[in-house]
């Protein structure tokens, strides 16, 4: 039975992926939980017919009174046995029957979907957000949101059925059973629903900003927390320990700060409340007192009247609470979509179409990007890179080389110019072909916290075993038998702990080269891909590199000259800008500034340039 409730909605439902999803909180609601409208509109009735069964059973223990103050126990049982075992027969049966299609439709149907639907959309959608956003932003913020904008989600839903249909039905049902007594009874309740609501409504109001305050301090500070440890290396290298800890303290107070203010705000209303119910329950049951005095009403209806108001009292802090939670769960989500509601930017033109890669020729025309600072980045670079050729791009730090690549992979949009390959426009073909065609090994090639296997096959999903261990062997990777992790797993089993932590340097960039020849793209793009290698490891990669160059199309940026100095032209930026172009040798005999870059390196790389040539 409760397998048939949780497969009522499917989670992983196909649904409209939009680049701008709502960003006001009830139309995201109202987006996220559209496959569940179904479920909704049946939780919302049997949530209904519980507090109208609740309400019965208030009713009916005044209709006993009133048989055992009128009769004797075998006038009682002669008159009223079969009404008395059919309301038993309804306790008994029926009353779990609806409680528990209530429970399983909210606990089993609703709840672990919705949140597995949430996490799932929202995780989908923060993924197709370009580089320069996850740049702008903590890992952990943004994984905090992600985790508990779901869970705040189904907390809102399920306080909306749980709580707040069951106590509408409960004060609707209430006045009914009291006006049908003596319409008099119903005022005192009227004058406390009116005072009630307007507490909830003070509530709500001060209530769901202080707690999207809260919400927002608390993932400040697992922002900041997760920082540390994501770089725990260098906290231990600079000694760096207290003043992480004074880093911390200082969003931690300021999260104090905020949920501070949200208890004082609940505290208030817990007196206030208070002070209500003390009114409801004196009124209701003093006035039935006195309409019984007065001969109007019986015993009955004077157990039943003091019976609701007693249930209302319990009901109230219940819901008060309930309330409260819903929306603090709602400032949650609010604070969530800051992040899962972003609008996607750097998207596929609607009738992009697979890059069709021929030849791998690629003209760069007029490129500018300052990353909207109106400085740095590219001024104008106009480069053509022919089907097969090799190039080494080098210049200073700053010079635009990291910025051409991540253009060339569309990992932002140039602000001016064209990026074409093989005559398309990069703008017009689908980021992900685009990126399968490009190879990349970088300088510091962080890996999953995987198997060694899954690093390598991230390459090239479908390749087979032996594909991998190919790979392997051509990246000098002959350390991963040895390899074994806390868990015991070993060789390629092993789990590389987190961006590859448990692996030294070199072996994440020989796993990050096997994963690139694994992919065998015909563009390869190689950003100092042997500067975490020792010599001799170098020495043997670098013979790997030259035959996975063969037939492809290579732009390989280096600040060790020498490891370019073969390739068949030399481009060299500065200051934005192509300064220069030209084979090794045509460089050196024009006395530039190639030329002088190689005359001041030390030990093989780059060395410090006088100030008035520093680039920027």
Request: overall charge neutral; proline content about 3%.
């Amino acid at each position: 039975m409760i397998r048939f409730f949780e497969r009522l909605v499917d989670p992983y439902v196909a649904y409209p992926e939009l680049d701008a999803p709502p960003r006001r909180l009830w139309p995201f609601l109202r987006d996220y939980t559209r496959p569940f409208r179904r479920v909704f509109a049946l939780t919302g009735f049997t949530s209904v017919l519980v507090g109208a069964v609740e309400l019965s059973l208030i009713w009916y223990i005044g209709r006993i009174v009133d048989f055992l103050d009128h009769g004797t126990p075998a006038t009682v049982w002669q008159q009223h046995g079969g009404e008395l075992l059919f309301a038993a027969a309804l306790v008994l049966l029926v009353r779990p029957a609806l409680g528990a299609v209530s429970t399983m439709l909210i606990h089993n149907a609703i709840l672990p979907n919705l949140g597995a639907l949430v996490r799932w959309r929202a995780h989908r959608h923060v993924l197709r957000q370009s580089i320069g956003w996850f740049e702008n932003d903590f890992a952990g913020r943004i994984a905090n949101r992600i985790t508990q904008t779901p869970m705040a989600t189904s907390d809102v839903v399920f306080h909306l059925f749980d709580a707040v249909a069951f106590a509408v039905t409960m004060l609707i049902g209430s006045g009914v059973v009291l006006s049908g007594t003596d319409p008099r009874l119903v005022l005192p309740l009227v004058i406390w629903l009116v005072l009630y609501l307007a507490l909830i409504r003070w509530t709500l109001r001060r209530a769901g900003p202080a707690s999207k305050a809260a919400s927002d301090a608390r993932s400040a500070v697992l922002g900041r927390v997760v920082d540390a440890y994501t770089n725990i290396h260098s906290v231990k290298l600079f000694a760096h320990h207290d003043t992480e800890i004074g880093y911390a303290r200082e969003v931690i107070e300021q999260a104090r700060d905020k949920i501070r203010t949200e208890m004082r705000i609940i505290s208030r209303m817990d007196i206030m409340l208070t002070v209500l119910n003390g009114a409801l329950i004196v009124s209701v049951t003093g006035w039935a007192l006195a309409l019984w005095f007065q001969g109007a009403a019986s015993v009955g209806m004077v157990a039943a009247a003091t019976a609701l108001v007693l249930r209302l009292n319990n009901m109230t802090y219940w819901i008060m609470w309930a309330t409260t939670a819903l929306v603090q769960a709602l400032g949650i989500v609010s604070e969530g979509m800051e992040t899962i509601t972003a609008p996607v930017t750097l998207v596929d033109k609607p009738d992009a179409k697979p890059l069709a890669l021929t030849q791998g020729r690629i003209d760069i025309r007029e490129v500018r990007h300052h990353y909207g600072r109106g400085s740095g980045g590219l001024d104008g670079v106009s480069l053509t890179v022919q089907p097969g050729e090799k190039i080494g791009l080098v210049g200073r730090s700053g010079a635009g080389k990291s910025t051409l690549v991540k253009l060339l992979l569309r990992f932002y949009d140039t602000e001016a110019g064209q990026i074409l390959i093989d005559g398309q426009d990069i703008a017009s073909v689908t980021q992900e072909s685009l990126r399968r065609n490009i190879g990349m090994v970088q300088q510091d090639s962080s890996l999953l916290h995987r198997s060694v296997r899954e690093n390598i096959l991230y390459g090239r999903p479908e390749a087979s075993e032996a594909e991998v261990a190919a790979a392997a062997e051509r990246a000098a990777a002959d350390f991963i038998p040895d390899l074994q992790d806390a868990e015991g797993r070993t060789g390629y089993d092993a789990r590389v702990g987190e961006r590859g932590v448990k692996l030294s340097g070199g072996q994440r960039q020989r796993i990050a080269l096997a994963r690139v020849i694994l992919k065998d793209a015909p563009i390869l793009v190689l950003d100092e891909a042997t500067s975490a290698l020792d010599s001799e490891i170098e020495a043997a990669i670098q013979d790997t590199l030259y035959g996975l160059m063969e037939g492809k199309t290579v732009i390989a940026i280096a600040h060790r000259l020498s490891t370019i100095a073969h390739m068949d032209r030399i481009v060299v930026l500065d200051d934005g800008r192509v300064a220069e172009e030209g084979t090794h040798a045509e460089l050196l005999a024009r006395g530039g500034l190639y030329a002088r870059l190689w005359n001041r390196q030390s030990g093989g790389f780059l060395g410090t340039e006088p100030a008035e040539e520093a680039a920027e």
